[in-house]
């Protein structure tokens, strides 16, 4: 580990408190609207209509529920794969509206394990923070970052991040591995992200 990790990582991690806590206090209400706002701006996306299989998430806690999206995809005939953590990393399998999710770890829903694997070519991505040059803090972990450097190795791969506007904040301390997010969209709309 580098020098400068260590404190850019607890950086990181108040900015992350701050943001969440943030997210944590909007209304049922409000998180509910913004997630259908965000949904009809994401399905709007044309490299996203062009994915075939793209991967999504299953929300926890006070996330942006990407469900009303998922819908969406599924309406106009794509399909999606959700992941689920392993030692290995993010492990994406294809999930049908209706299937049953089994309990994982961190308190997430995911797809049950005797589905194949599959790369998808786009990623809606979770996330604790944002800025304009489309870094993300996540939830330190890492699996996203892992996995969109995984999926690259087969082509590219169309990111896009989800979140609350509230979540926005001025500048992500990014290390050299963060890979900036092609979209990024909140309820207000898509968010114009700078060229770094």
Known sequence: MAPHSSPRRAHKAQLRAEVLARRDALSPETRLAGSQQAAAFIAGLPELAQA??????WPIRSEIDPRPLIERLFARGQRVALPKVTKQGLVFREWRAGE?????????????????PLDP???????????????????GAGYYDQAIERLS??????TIGIAFSVQEIPEVPAEPHDRPLDHMVTEEGPVPLRQV
């Open 52 to 57: 075939p299989l793209v991967g999504a998430f």
């Open 121 to 139: 070519t786009a990623l809606i991505v979770p996330l604790a923070a944002f800025d304009r040059a489309g870094q993300r803090i996540g939830y």
């Open 153 to 158: 190795k087969n082509g590219p791969v169309l």
């Open 100 to 116: 049953e999710l089994v309990k994982g770890g961190f308190g997430l829903s995911e797809p049950r394990d005797d589905l194949p």
